[in-house]
Nanobody, 122 residues
């Protein structure tokens, strides 16, 4: 079992930055690939970013590439999502997820946090 708790969301203006954090507890954090997903009202949950167990490999969705960066600290059992140049279309609930496979698919993740709201005003 892994418990995940996100933090760092908020209301910002377009062009601003936010840094989301996800704190993990439970089974060995470094044994999981970690990802961020988001879900806007009326839309399906979508992939944002993914990082490998060691942190050596990362994948970002095309919609956020160049603006968002995922990172992890295995010593502190945390994963972060640095979000720069935020746009109104980035408004969503952001979820942290842990899974045993390096995958962008929602269904491949076994553990989820409760989510943190990010709202970007124009």
């Amino acid at each position: 079992q892994v418990q995940l708790v996100e933090s760092g969301g908020g209301l910002v203006q377009a062009g601003a930055s936010l840094r989301l954090s996800c704190a993990a507890s439970g089974r060995a954090f470094s044994s999981y690939s970690m990802a961020w997903f988001r879900q806007a009202p009326g839309k399906e949950r979508e992939f944002v970013a993914l990082i490998s167990r060691s942190g050596s490999s990362g994948v970002h969705a095309d919609s956020v590439k160049g603006r968002f960066t995922i990172s992890r600290d295995n010593a502190k059992n945390t994963v972060h999502l640095q979000m720069n140049s935020l746009k109104p279309e980035d408004t969503a609930v952001y979820y942290c997820a842990a899974g045993e496979r390096f995958s962008v698919a929602v269904g491949m993740y076994d553990y989820w946090g409760q989510g943190t709201q990010v709202t970007v005003s124009s």
